[in-house]
């Protein structure tokens, strides 16, 4: 996904450097230390346009118990920002968000964080 800002921080949480994602969503940091340990933290304005009813149902048949989501999809779903993933966040979703176009509270975004320790 292009537009992407990549936030570089080292393992003390000092911002190091950022990077935006091209058009084939690779970003690049140049200048690492090789052993040192880092974390990229990922943030973006963009229209967040990909929520639709078939996330919802999703949700539902996870409630139901008949799927099981990822760890990223949990924190997506939590739609509330409550810590829960619940019917609250499915009937969120639908009522409020797709009925009445309201924002989610927790946000448009879910990004993962990547850690990883820098080679030469």
């Known amino acids: 996904m292009p537009g ?10 000092v911002f190091v450097a950022s990077s935006i994602t091209n058009i084939e969503g690779i970003f690049a940091f140049s200048n690492l ?4 340990n880092y974390s990229v933290h990922f943030t973006t304005d963009l229209d967040p346009c990909g929520v639709n009813l078939a996330d919802a149902y999703l949700l539902l048949n996870y409630l139901n118990g008949k799927i099981e ?3 990223l999809q949990l924190k997506a779903a939590d739609v509330n920002g409550d810590t829960q993933v619940n019917y609250a966040d499915f009937s969120f979703i639908v009522s409020q968000w797709y009925i009445h ?3 989610f509270p927790a946000g448009e975004w879910v990004l993962p964080v990547w850690t ?5």
């Open 33 to 36: 230390t090789a052993g040192e």
């Open 69 to 71: 989501l990822t760890d």
């Open 4 to 13: 992407i800002v990549a936030n570089l921080y080292n393992a003390n949480g």
């Open 101 to 103: 176009g309201e924002d």
């Open 116 to 120: 990883f320790t820098a080679s030469g």
